[in-house]
C-alpha cells in the first residue's frame, strides 16, 4: 500500500508562497527608489501590488538583518525657522 501525502519543498529562489522570485523583489525594490512604484510596475510589465510587495519584503528583511551593536548615540540636525528661508541643498 503506498502512502500519499503533501510534499513541500523549500525553493531557495522564493519566499514562501510569494509567486516573485527574490531576486526580482530585490529588482523591482530597488528601481522603486529610483522611480515611482506605479513607473516601476508600468516599466517592468508588472502590478503596483507586486512593486509594494516587493519593497515590504525587502524592508522586512533589512530590519530582520540590521546590526546595531556598537552603536551609542545618534545625531539629528533639525532646521527650525521660516520655511521660505530653508536651504536647498537637502
Known amino acids: 500500500m503506498c502512502e500519499h501525502g503533501v510534499v513541500v519543498e523549500h525553493?531557495?529562489?522564493?519566499d514562501g508562497k510569494r509567486p516573485v522570485t527574490c531576486a526580482m523583489m530585490g529588482f523591482l525594490a530597488?528601481?522603486?527608489r529610483r522611480l515611482s512604484?506605479?513607473?516601476?510596475?508600468?516599466?517592468?510589465?508588472?502590478?503596483?501590488e507586486a512593486v509594494y510587495r516587493s519593497v515590504e519584503w525587502f524592508v522586512e528583511w533589512g530590519l530582520?538583518?540590521?546590526?546595531?551593536?556598537?552603536?551609542?548615540?545618534?545625531?539629528?540636525?533639525?532646521?527650525?525657522?521660516?520655511?521660505?528661508?530653508a536651504p536647498t541643498t537637502f
Open 11 to 14: 525553493i531557495p529562489w522564493s
Open 64 to 85: 530582520a538583518h540590521r546590526e546595531l551593536s556598537g552603536v551609542e548615540s545618534i545625531g539629528v540636525d533639525e532646521f527650525i525657522g521660516d520655511t521660505a528661508c
Open 37 to 48: 512604484w506605479r513607473e516601476t510596475a508600468r516599466t517592468f510589465q508588472t502590478s503596483w
Open 30 to 32: 530597488r528601481w522603486a
